[in-house]
C-alpha cells in the first residue's frame, strides 16, 4: 500500500529542509542546543540522509528519478561548498559529497524494489 503522493512529496520537502538545517546549522550551534543526532560515522549519516530523501522523492514522483537524482547530488555538493564558509565554520569534505552520492544510489535501489514490488501486486 502507498502512500498518496501528495503525502510522499509532504515527507520528502520536511526531511529535505530537516537535512539543510543540520548540514547548514554551524556545529557550536547544533551542541549549545544539545542537538546530537545521527551515527558517530559522518559519512553513514551523509548516506543515509540522501538514501532516506531519494526514497521519499522516488514514492512522490516516480517518473522524474533522474531530475531528483540530479537535483539530490547539486543539493549535496551545495551544502559541502556552504560548509566550507566562514559563516558556517565545517568542513568542505568532497568525500561527504561521495557518501551523498552512495546515499542516492542506495535510495534509488530502495524505490524501484518497492515499486516493483507494488507494481506485481496490481
Known sequence: MRLHPAAERIAFFSTLVAVLVLALVP???LEEYGIDIGFHYDKLNH???FAVMTFLGGLGWPDRKVRL???LAVVGA???ILQGTALI???LDVSDWV???VGI???LVAVICVNWILRRRG
Open 27 to 29: 556545529i557550536p550551534g
Open 47 to 49: 548516506a543515509s540522509a
Open 69 to 71: 537524482i540530479v537535483f
Open 78 to 80: 551545495a551544502i559541502e
Open 89 to 91: 565554520r565545517r568542513d
Open 99 to 101: 557518501a551523498d552520492c
Open 105 to 107: 544510489a542506495c535510495g
